[in-house]
């Protein structure tokens, strides 16, 4: 059978979220951090079926045979997506059921049953649920005549079948739905000895059912999960309110079709027709599972204190090494452009540089681009104080950021009101760039303070995210950044860029150009080597020119930690290609670009991935970094992770993923640790030497006499 020259998203993103679901079942990691694992592969889930499920059910309607890059129709990718998740989740709960709670339960975290629950704690849940679930809780009955009771998206939900018990009338059995809603903990805590007891509400809600039905028989109670579909956009075609427009795409997204159905596979057959009928889903759509559903939840657990030994040691982020933050910033960027690596360095910095422009009299104006931002932000309540001060601050919200759209609104209403100037992205497009330009008055004129980076602007996520922070006073990049930034905002032509490259306008031709110097270094018998990383690499474009490239001898070295759908490997079209994935304690979030161009290399960090959102449908930037020591550092990043033998997988040319080993003779190297004990490192020299500098205290300066 012929190799296919491009793999499927789908099946692609499912490989991925299956060896996030390796680290769950890698002995070698402790106990909870396994157990948070299988938390994440939870909520990878929950977004794949919302978002790329809703789709291929939209594209396999009627009349739509149009095949994907890898040659299968819409209803073939259905299938064969259904088919792989099917399989995950199925692994998924047997590494639950087989390998983490037996371990849990030998380290003293029980679960508790209604089966396994003694009499003391029979009473302790009875009396839970009578003064608190059942005053909280409202069951809604189902009828084929009444209205349809609202059902939230990815809540847990309880189907109750009844019986009639007064005997007086034959009835068919009465059905129920109890949505938990509201501020309700999804796990109890139960005494138990030497260790930590929990039961799933749910559960305890089952073993009292019969207090909301006194004059009923409850034949069967089924915890269920419906999954809908998110994947809807707003029309931007004549939309004179965004906001609005959004706000509608959200209430759109409570009502839409559902697209899985998970429940527990203990209910019975009549059980799962009557909820098919009820939500309109195939057999397909229905998804079994052996234990608690929604384990995202377990991140509580996770989490439990008193449980440290069976979790990773910590890794704070390290202080800036670079940078003093006690003095202005400003300063030492003028004098010294700065890198940061997060989680390793710490994101204090790029807050503590929105923080000092906002209250810095020599600040006149801050502009900054926001596609995700955190629920308390430090960073948007300096914009704010700063706005307040007077000075001009202009912030692009990108009101179309999945799942972050209600917040991002939220965040736009309320600098409006402080007095920011909130522009709502570029009609048909996302903003995704990330970049603050902070203006400042200096005895030498205007100067600009850029930050440019691979991530949002999320002191949460910086903690969890591997990103990149480029901080520099650079004049040329700072012309360029505020020509960006004002075609945006001024809907004007875009302007020719000198250094930055944009999308959707010419990152794409950057890439191309500087793959095609590569082609022709290799084609006159010189070395040519291209190395990336980043989170997903789809375009069907971009594959074509590396595998351009391959053909014509150069090296290809690829870290994508999610989606690739270049087959590497491949005889005649792809062996010179490369292509590792890591999965660990941090998110790869990082998009570095490094091409050989004959010695002298050109490297570059972006907010774009190589897909076609990124490079057709969305406002990108791609930044280059040529200061020798700061390049230095993004090749170190790509040295660890093409040299990672712990927490690395490569794809080979059978279509599968491979844990990279070390080999005999060989010590192992988890890129990681090494990034990371690299930053605690450069930390502690720059603590020892600002402990052995010398500050004399000098005079005040005096006013001078009149």
């Known amino acids: 059978m012929k190799t296919p020259k491009f793999i499927n998203r789908e099946s692609s993103w499912l490989d991925f979220n299956a060896r996030v679901l390796e680290e769950a079942r890698d002995p070698e990691n402790p106990l909870l951090e396994r157990l948070k694992f299988v938390a994440i592969t939870s909520n990878n889930l929950d977004e794949f079926f919302m978002v790329r499920m809703g789709s291929l059910h939209f594209l396999q309607s009627p009349g739509r045979t149009k095949k994907d890059p890898s040659g299968l129709t819409p209803l073939q ?21 087989e390998e983490i709670e037996p371990a849990m339960l030998e380290a003293g975290i029980v679960r508790i049953t209604p089966e396994t629950a003694n009499a003391e704690q ?40 009844l019986k009639n018990s007064s005997g007086k009338t034959k009835q068919a059995p009465r059905l129920a739905i109890l949505p938990l809603m509201g501020d309700i903990d999804r796990f109890i805590s139960l005494r138990v000895e030497d260790g930590y007891g929990y039961i799933p509400v749910e559960d305890v809600l089952a073993m009292n059912m019969q207090q909301f039905f006194p004059s009923d028989e409850v034949l069967e109670v089924v915890p269920f999960r419906i999954t809908r579909n998110a994947d809807m956009a707003v029309s931007e075609d004549g939309a004179l309110d965004l906001v609005s427009q959004m706000d509608a795409v959200l209430s759109e997204r409570k009502v839409s079709d559902c697209v899985r159905i998970e429940l527990l596979d203990s209910a019975t057959q009549v059980a799962e027709r009557q909820l098919r009928k009820i939500f309109s889903v195939s057999e397909q759509e229905i998804y079994r599972v052996s234990g608690p559903l929604d384990l995202s939840d377990y991140f509580s657990i996770a989490g439990l204190p008193g ?12 202080p800036a090494p670079k940078l003093d933050l006690s003095k202005s910033l400003f300063d030492q960027i003028a004098s010294k452009p700065c890198l940061f690596h997060h989680p390793y360095d710490s994101f204090d910095p790029v807050v503590k540089l929105i923080e000092q422009a906002a209250e810095d009299p020599q600040v006149i104006a801050i502009k900054q681009i926001l596609y995700r931002t955190s629920k308390n932000s430090p960073i948007v309540a300096a914009l704010m104080r700063a706005a307040h001060q007077g000075k001009t601050v202009t912030v692009i919200v990108e009101l179309k950021a999945r799942f972050d759209e209600a917040r991002n609104i939220e965040w736009a209403r309320a600098m409006e009101q402080a007095g920011v100037q909130v522009i709502y992205g570029v009609k048909g497009f996302k903003t995704h760039a990330k970049l603050l330009i902070i203006v400042r008055r200096e005895p030498g004129g205007i100067r600009r303070y850029l930050h440019l980076g691979t991530g949002n602007y999320n002191e949460g996520t910086a903690k969890l995210y591997t990103d990149v922070s480029y901080l520099t006073s650079d004049p040329d990049l700072g012309v360029d950044a505020s020509l960006f930034f004002n075609t945006i905002t001024g809907f004007s032509q875009p302007q020719t860029l000198k250094r930055l490259s944009a999308a959707p306008l010419t990152i794409r031709d950057t890439l191309v150009k500087m793959i095609e110097v590569e082609i022709r270094r290799a084609r006159q018998g010189e070395k040519a080597h291209i190395r990336a990383k980043f989170n997903s690499l789809a375009d069907t474009e971009m594959i074509k020119e590396l595998y351009k490239a391959s053909k014509a001898g150069v090296k290809i070295d690829l870290l994508v930690r999610g989606i ?40 570059f960090i972006s907010s774009a991935d190589w897909m076609t959102r990124n490079l057709d449908k969305r406002v990108e930037l791609m930044t280059p970094v040529d200061e020798p020591a700061l390049r230095e550092e993004l090749e170190h990043i790509l040295d660890a992770g093409f040299s990672d033998n712990v927490k690395a997988r490569e794809l080979k040319s059978d279509g599968a993923y491979h844990r990279i080993k070390a080999g005999a003779g060989k010590t192992p190297l988890r890129s990681q640790e090494l990034l990371y004990n690299d930053s605690v490192e450069k930390a502690n020299r720059a603590s020892q030497s600002r402990r052995t500098t010398f500050e004399p205290h000098r005079p005040r300066k005096r006013s001078p006499k009149k």
């Open 77 to 97: 990718q259905l299938r064969d997506a259904t088919e792989k998740a099917q399989q995950l989740v199925a692994d998924q709960y047997s590494c639950f059921r």
């Open 122 to 161: 029979r009473r302790q849940l009875k009396t839970l649920f009578e003064a608190e679930l059942a005053s909280i809780l409202t069951p809604a009955a189902v009828t084929d005549t009444g209205p349809v009771p609202y059902h939230p998206n990815l809540t847990l939900q309880l189907f109750i079948r």
């Open 307 to 318: 449980y440290d030994h069976l979790r990773q040691e910590e890794w704070p982020p390290c």
């Open 564 to 603: 690739c759908c270049l087959h590497p490997g491949v005889k005649g079209l792809s062996e010179n290609i490369r292509v590792v994935s890591i999965v660990d304690r941090f998110l790869e979030h990082s998009r570095i670009f490094w091409f050989r161009h004959g010695g002298t290399p050109r490297v």
